[in-house]
């Protein structure tokens, strides 16, 4: 071994720090599993982030094109985030037949098919194993390591800022706004956090896993997304009561009706591998024939990505060697249909507010049977003060439409003076 | 995608009956992820199973000579276990051009190197996903997708026998031996257990984990080992009061002095994500630089293993097509020494039986003192029917020979009656 493969950076932020760190660090175990030592060439950074990078004797330059020109360059690894200027930019890599490795969900959730379409045209790779589950391991068990398996189920905790905050819910019994604030002091969330806690960012990964699972594209567009905001303490402890923690889950589920996909609040049951899975901490779960189930856990975020971001890069050094690029082409096989939201099947927790008086509890249960909606428990829970009681309703398996005809009828109840919360049951 | 790829397969029991299902029925899902039919060819069984095969209408023979001499034949598959004939068998094909996949951890632990060099010899791939934690995706993780990293400890529950046997005494408080007749009356324990509870079985699989971790070859004989046949009730309620959960814990740890590699039973920490791993089901818990923690969770053994090793086919079978053969070579590029087990670090927890008279925990302390082990806490628990007591002792972190100094010292205590467990803590 004493060649040198040479690599172009975009972005020096969290992750590209981190990936210059661990180039540097370990240099020496990477350069033997490489067969090759990895030299970052070229950093693309802003203009007023030069000066730093070469204080501290890097690379770096603010025009892509000393990147793009620069035969010498055979791995452009996108660290940016977000689909403008990223996008554009790995095509004109793969334009110029370099190999790309991008962290970049955004970018992969909503432009997969035509980057992998340029990939394929220009035969190079294109690995994104950071952009789902952060430094986990997943990207490439879906795609090399489960092949034999039918999958039917992918299930993940995959955005760590409300991991976080649905975890200190749980444990100081803190209400949505005050864990918000502790997740952005912490830097765990931003200080616009939408993109997090309305579920957005778990959509985009729930996007990529489904349609590697599933061999079948799926786009950000096509995931019903319900995010936190709502939860609240009460529900958290109703949840604990009923052998339950509240997690926003990630679902990707093979049905009859197509791929059912979709990021959402649940009552997981505390049986469930995922359930564990706390604070920052990541973990996607698969079930298939003949697998049964697996589960794969880690940090979901920050620096430790520039684990899957290198592991990639040394993946495609390798490949380089033997002249096998173009390796890892997309694996959309089949459309399938997307299975509308309202078709989807879940048991439910239902949380109101009743007036205290006799016969409620009866005509609750006769308007869920009234549209096909049969009930596990009607559970009466505390008194309010002026003569009102909370009751906590779960379902059976039903339709969501079913659900959503369930709450337009209750709202008619003279009874029912609120809806607190509608949050599916796994 | 019109061509087939032929198999030959060695062995068809649990594991080789469930590859046969599997490639029936996901054939279709299969052939395109392998852009390539997969056929099995031939299977080699016992003369006496000859007929049943083939009145399933499955290809069947007593002879090696019809796999190894069929041209046709590509890849050869594994499923024998044991060392004889397992290993010559594995040695022929490589030499007749065949590719080799095989779930035989034995075979694997043993010989690991005389296989990867004749795999090199002939640029063949050797794949063995299964031979570690069954269908659970981690050898290729490892070799793949945590390249970046500088590793520095593996943990593994590895063996489901002894993990289902442990969960139940701390489900139902039952001891040792009835859990082991439950074990072994629903099939997850052998009529001669001992492989699954002295520890061998796992350090077999510690042994192919170390070696890919540290690069560096680790052999069967390397690894210090003690099984949980001396487990009982009482260390377990006794783990549970103090915040653990007791389990057979394979360790692979990178330290000054070597690799530290063992099998042992631990008290390892509730909040640990290895803690919840209960009943059959393994899983492998990795931790390094930059990664800081990754866990891989599912089936250990049975059925579902059919998924690593079809994966393996289809993986070879896809590299066939881009002439990429030989692509999985050994990664053991260095020597590491093996720490001398009595130079691993630990804290303990140990029990004993002592005599109830004042200045019995003075004494105790004062033994443990003399020979360099500091304690976390000593605990009288309960009173003996004639004026013993039982002592309960957490050390902190000591070399395991200052344990050994302990226990000789303590069994020269004339108020000490029986030392009735040593256990690590993690």
Redesign the interface.
């Known amino acids: 071994m004493n060649n040198v493969t040479k690599i172009g950076l975009l972005g020096a932020g969290t992750i590209g720090g981190?990936v210059i760190?661990?180039l540097q660090?370990?240099r020496d175990?990477?350069a033997?599993?490489?067969n090759t030592a990895l030299e970052i060439k070229n950093i693309l950074v802003l203009p007023r982030e030069l000066d730093g990078l070469r204080q501290r004797g890097l690379p770096a330059t603010d025009n892509y094109n000393d990147i793009l020109n620069d035969p010498e360059i055979k791995i452009v690894v996108e660290l940016m985030g977000g689909v403008k200027p990223a996008k554009e930019f790995i095509l004109d890599a793969m334009a110029h037949g370099k190999h790309v490795v991008t962290a970049n969900k955004d970018v992969v959730a909503q432009f997969g098919h035509d980057l992998f379409d340029a990939a394929e045209a220009h035969q190079i790779d294109f690995l994104f194993?950071a952009a789902v589950g952060g430094?986990?391991?997943i990207i490439?068990?879906l795609k090399?390591?489960?092949?034999?398996?039918?999958i039917t189920e992918v299930l993940g905790i995959v955005n760590g800022t409300t991991n976080y905050m649905l975890t200190k819910m749980a444990e100081d019994g803190a209400d949505y706004d005050t864990v918000l604030k502790e997740a952005q002091a912490h830097g765990y969330a931003e200080r616009n956090p939408e993109a997090d806690v309305e579920g957005k960012d778990a959509a985009r990964k729930i996007a990529i896993l489904a349609s590697i699972a599933f061999?079948s594209r799926v786009k950000f567009e096509d995931v019903s997304v319900e995010g936190i905001t709502k939860i609240t303490p009460e529900d958290i402890q109703y949840a604990d009561n009923l052998g339950y923690v509240v997690k926003l889950l990630a679902v990707g589920r093979d049905t009859d009706l197509g791929v059912d996909v979709r990021v959402n609040p649940v009552f997981l049951s505390k049986d469930h591998?995922l359930a564990?899975v706390s604070g920052v901490l990541n973990a996607i779960f698969v079930r298939?024939?003949?697998?049964?189930?697996?589960?794969?856990?880690?940090?979901g975020a920050g620096?430790?990505t520039?684990?899957?971001?290198?592991?990639d890069?040394?993946?495609i050094a390798?490949g380089l060697q033997?002249g096998?690029a173009g390796?890892f082409g997309c694996?959309c096989?089949h459309h399938r249909q997307i299975c509308p939201v309202e078709e989807t099947v879940s048991s439910y927790y239902i949380r109101l507010l009743v007036e205290d008086k006799p016969g409620v509890l009866g005509k609750i249960a006769t308007t869920f049977g009234n549209v096909d909606v049969s009930l596990k428990s009607v559970v009466q829970t505390k008194a309010n003060l002026d003569a009102h009681v909370e009751i906590v309703v779960i379902t059976h398996a039903v339709k969501h439409k079913n659900i959503l005809e369930a709450e337009a009828a209750l709202k008619c109840l003279s009874v029912v003076d609120e809806i607190f919360n509608v949050i599916r049951v796994e």
Do not use: C, D, W
């Open positions: 981190s760190e661990v660090n370990n175990i990477i033997q599993r490489a194993e430094a986990i391991p490439m068990p090399r390591s489960l092949t034999a398996n039918k061999n591998p564990s298939g024939y003949p697998i049964e189930e697996a589960m794969f856990f880690g940090p620096k430790p520039a684990s899957a971001v290198v592991s890069i040394i993946e390798r033997r096998a390796r694996t096989y």
